[in-house]
């Protein structure tokens, strides 16, 4: 009768033993899994200067890569920039082919259906961009004219809330990145970009004599660092540490070298 009640005994204490260890596994948070791991994956379109680029060397750079960088060291892990298709980088980050998306994203109601967003970090408008001594002054001149975009960019998006103007647009040409677009607004095969403004000028700013920004705009928005709506406590120290980098500087210092200003949100 020992030996039963001994065996039974044993056997409890193993299945609670297994029950233990399963439920610990369950309970292991996506950032462990990302420290586990040893790396977090940044997707972003590698063609969105200053915020993610490739230089002369084809090293991907900019101000997002700086800050992506200095977040993942306080995270304790390295980082890895994996550029896809921005058209469908929602679908490649709730996929799990990357961790987050860190490139300049706008929060927009319809992106906040689909993931979660950091805090925000940067501000922003969606502006127009037309060639030097342009007849065209404000969105209501933009009536026939042809206008250039990124595909799947928050500017076809500003674009959209704006209905009427839409429909009063002669065509709307949609490009995989905001270089392309710019690049056929020079060569007279546009009227008209609407960009992020700080991409805009700072591409502008490349290639001074070409452009003009108007004064009229698509509105204003923020900037996000893009996370799975699961990934819950990836987000939790996600936004602790861009905190961290705000209160100590090193956010801004990182805004100097690419702004020549502080311009990141406090």
Do not use: C, H
């Amino acid at each position: 009768m020992k030996r039963i009640f001994w065996f039974s005994l044993i056997l409890l204490i193993s299945s609670g033993a297994l029950l233990f260890a399963g439920g610990d596994k369950e309970s292991s948070s996506d950032i462990d899994a990302i420290r586990d791991k040893g790396v977090l994956v940044v997707g972003l379109d590698d063609s969105f200067p200053p915020m993610g680029f490739r230089d002369e060397s084809n090293e991907i750079v900019g101000f997002d890569i700086d800050l992506a960088k200095e977040a993942a060291k306080r995270l304790g892990v390295k980082v890895e920039f994996k550029p896809v298709d921005w058209d469908g980088v929602i679908l490649s980050l709730n996929k799990g082919d990357i961790d987050v998306v860190w490139n300049g994203m706008s929060i927009t109601e319809s992106r906040m259906e689909k993931i979660n967003f950091s805090k925000p970090y940067l501000d922003n408008r969606q502006i127009i961009v037309v060639p030097k001594g342009s007849a065209i002054k404000e969105k209501s001149d933009l009536v026939g004219k042809v206008v250039g975009l990124q595909m799947g960019s928050s500017s076809e998006v500003a674009l959209n809330n704006y209905a009427e103007v839409a429909a009063s647009l002669g065509d709307v040409k949609k490009y995989s990145n905001n270089v392309e677009a710019l690049l056929d607004l020079a060569a007279g095969r546009t009227d008209a970009v609407i960009v992020d403004e700080i991409v805009g000028r700072y591409y502008i700013s490349k290639r001074p004599g070409i452009y003009q920004v108007i004064g009229d705009d698509f509105g204003s928005e923020t900037y996000g660092v893009g996370i799975r709506k699961s990934d819950v406590k990836l987000k939790q120290e996600l936004d602790k540490v861009l905190d961290e980098m705000k209160a100590d500087g090193s956010a801004d210092e990182i805004s100097q070298k690419w702004f020549g200003e502080a311009i990141v949100k406090q």
